[in-house]
């Protein structure tokens, strides 16, 4: 059983299940300012759990705790918040609601068993959010809708109810709905009335009063009841349901309640609840927790209900199916990594089935995440203490039990993603999708010791975010963050500084260029030292001609009489090929070109490797001053995918890009999908300008397609550029 709320828990023990139908893990997701973590504060505070409810503007909050964040005054992390109510243990997973953090927001849905959509009474439902309830319906999670601030002045609660049936479809229907002061509502809500009780719960004296609705609420009360039932029973599996209640029958509301569960952890039904925590220029009563805990304890579905990831062995077969099992085969996964210099790392682990102990040693398995620094691994490790964590406080626990999370100490190796298993039985849950990071930051340490320091730092934000993607580029001799946009750079810079003590500054992105022959030239190439001793002495004629992209290059030798002795025309070849790594305009690598060697002269004392390696070279070079050599621009094929309404936005903006609309093609749920051919010059702050276009709902993926000559305008602005 989990621990009940009282004195205890506000001093600090954490709250403990021993069984998994004791358990609930609830995300919660909506787009920044909608009220996540006011939320978590206000249900900390009501079941005891804190003494004081914490605010995220003066930095007091519990989830906020982040040094970044409270400086921000917004989440960017994945913070845990367990609380107990009645027999049951709820995990509240708090999301960032910011698109640049959807590493987090992912990692807490795969943590989770259902997600609680909060949205703002007076902000309604954004793009972004309307994409998640997308995507947890793609994955079949479970999910409800909180609407938070029906206690400001501009929020309107029916209103945006209206918005979330027009925006999440069927199903989504209110179990309460707010009511106002005798004055019509100039003092704000003062409770809310229950449907499916019919009672009314008064909040205006500071504590939750039960008393019968007045009676200018009866017609309201009836008309939404009844859809209320009609929803929750055309979900039911008891066919019979409905002929009862259109027959007039009074359905017990136990049966509804039931019914409403099952079609919950179905991920068919929604219910909708409404929340009113004071702050600010907003005094007034909180609302809505008991209700919210209610709903969530009884409403939800427990881990033994949603079900668990697919699983193989190490080796990629089938383990067959997982359950939740607190004595089954031990399956859990870091959800979520933090490295602290002073503590060392901690895990964010979910049990997904056996029982995880401290002290045990466990398999860490991390596969698939090469592409972003994750190299794959399999090593054993000692588990150490279990905690469960609570802002910055580590509560210890005994053991964590399937459906349950917690976080582990000293798994020196485990990275984000990773699965932990039984050392005997190796095993491996399917990835959660992770977007690409496509906005591409340049950095470089400001001093020597912050060099050598960078290295080990940038290592441990990798291990930490499976959505940063780091690059030591050997073309551009540069550093390359892969970001999912500003606001994670800022944090990621933060966090170097302040976590690292790693100062470094951002500087331009060098895209990686190419150079080719415009037309056909020949050089001469003359290397010969002969001062005295023994000299160098090679000399070699050749004509150059361009190729098609792609082409690369090709050498052909066309000596005759032996002018050039055989054992000396692989030098030259080489020579060609070293210098063509170098450039010969603006120090990019030269291809797509066919050299022909023709004609040279050798010393029978003084010619060499070295002599004839040094005068390919040298005719390259020569060749290179008696034609046009262009600079080659890597373009990308780039589909976007963004709401009907911003096509036309994005299309001319594609253009305005030096790019080419290959065409679009309608997909479901009023999206449309774009594809064109941009020059990379063109889209690295792309990711930046597009969500700003889209109002953060347009998405993009780039795939490299060839090199093609850079317009000279640019080409000359560019090595300008370059030359400074």
């Keep these: 059983m989990a621990d009940r709320t009282g004195p205890q828990a506000a001093a600090g023990r954490a709250p403990r299940a021993d069984r998994p139908e004791a358990i609930r893990n609830i995300a919660l997701v909506g787009h920044s300012g909608a009220g996540k973590t006011t939320l978590v504060e206000a249900l900390l505070a009501s079941t005891g759990t804190v003494q004081r409810r914490g605010r995220v503007e003066d930095g007091s909050s519990v989830s906020d705790h982040d040094e970044v ?49 909060v949205v703002s009474a007076v902000d309604g439902v954004d793009g972004l959010t309307r994409m ?78 039960e008393c019968d609705p007045g009676p200018e609420f009866l017609d ?66 909180v ?105 910055k406080t580590q509560r210890p626990i005994g053991t964590c039990v399937a459906g349950d999370v917690c976080a582990v100490a000293k798994l020196t190796h485990a990275e984000t993603g990773d699965t932990i298993s039984d050392p ?65 750079v800022d944090v990621l810079l933060d966090r170097l500084r302040s976590r690292y003590g790693v100062d470094v500054e951002t500087v331009g992105l060098r895209v990686p260029l190419r150079e080719t022959f415009g037309g056909p030239a020949r050089g001469l190439g003359r290397h010969v030292k002969q001062s005295g001793g023994h000299g160098q002495y090679g000399i070699c004629h050749i004509d150059v001609e361009p190729l098609p992209s792609g082409a690369g290059f090709e050498f052909v030798d066309k000596i005759v009489g032996g002018v050039v002795p055989r054992q000396f025309i692989p030098s ?43 005068a390919g070279q040298l005719a390259l070079k020569d060749a290179a001053t008696k034609a046009q050599v262009l600079l080659l621009e890597p373009v ?4 976007v995918l963004v709401a009907d309404e911003y096509v036309g936005s994005v299309m001319s903006d594609l253009s305005s890009r030096r790019g080419r609309v290959l065409g679009s093609e309608a997909i479901a749920g009023g999206r449309t999908l774009v594809r064109a051919e941009v020059p990379q010059l063109e889209i690295i702050r792309y990711a930046i300008d597009l969500r700003s276009m889209s109002q953060g709902t347009g998405t993009f993926n780039r795939v490299f397609l060839r090199y093609e000559p850079l317009p000279s305008h640019l080409a000359t602005k560019l090595m300008e550029a370059e030359g400074d």
């Design 69 to 117: 964040e409270v400086r921000q005054q917004r989440s960017v992390n994945l913070s845990l918040a367990p609380v107990a109510h009645g027999d049951v243990k709820i995990n509240f997973l708090d999301t960032p609601g910011y698109a640049d953090f959807v590493g987090d927001l992912r990692a807490g849905l795969r943590a989770a068993d259902a997600a609680l959509f």
């Design 572 to 614: 030259v070849e080489k020579g060609l090929k070293m210098q063509m790594e170098r450039g010969v305009l603006a120090g990019y690598p030269l291809v797509d070109i066919r050299v022909r060697l023709f004609d040279g002269k050798a010393h029978s004392v003084d010619s060499s490797d070295m002599a004839f390696q040094t």
């Design 220 to 285: 309201r009360i009836e008309e939404q009841r009844g859809a209320l039932i009609e929803g929750i029973i055309q979900e039911s599996e008891d066919e019979t349901l409905m002929d009862r209640y259109l027959s007039g029958e009074d359905i017990d509301v136990k049966v509804l309640i039931d019914d409403m569960e099952k079609a919950v952890a179905r991920g068919t039904f929604y219910p909708v609840l409404a929340t009113s925590v004071p702050h600010g220029d907003h005094p007034g009563p």
């Design 287 to 391: 609302i809505g927790m008991a209700e919210l805990l209610e709903v969530v304890t009884q409403a939800f579905p427990s881990p033994l209900e949603h079900g668990c990831p697919s699983v193989t062995g190490i080796d990629g077969k089938s383990a067959g199916d997982v359950t939740c099992d607190p004595a089954g085969p031990l399956v859990a996964e870091v959800v979520k990594t933090t490295s602290d210099p002073y503590v060392g790392r901690i895990s964010l682990v979910r049990v997904f089935s056996g029982t995880l102990r401290p002290d045990a040693v466990v398999h860490v398995s991390g596969h698939g995440m090469a592409d972003r620094g994750h190299e794959d691994h399999d090593v054993d490790e000692r588990v150490g203490a279990l905690t469960s964590p609570l802002g």
């Design 132 to 209: 998640l309830w997308e995507e947890c319906a793609t994955v079949g999670m479970p999910r409800a809708v909180v609407i938070t601030k029906i206690d400001q002045q501009r929020g309107d609660f029916d209103e945006v109810l209206l918005a979330c049936q027009d925006a999440f479809g069927d199903g989504v229907l209110p179990c309460y709905f707010p009511v106002s002061g005798a004055d019509g509502g100039a003092d704000g809500p003062r409770g809310l009335i229950g449907l499916l009780s019919q009672r009314c719960f008064d909040y205006s004296s500071g504590e939750r009063t």
């Design 424 to 488: 005997a039985r190796p095993l491996l849950m399917a990835p959660w999708t992770m977007p690409d990071p496509l906005l591409p930051v340049a950095i470089r340490a400001t001093s020597k010791a912050d060099e050598d320091k960078l290295s080990q730092a940038l290592a441990r934000l990798v291990a930490e975010d499976p959505t940063l993607r780091l690059e030591n580029n050997a073309e551009t001799r540069q550093l390359v963050l892969w970001c999912m946009g500003e606001a994670h």
């Design 636 to 639: 990308d094929e780039v589909s």
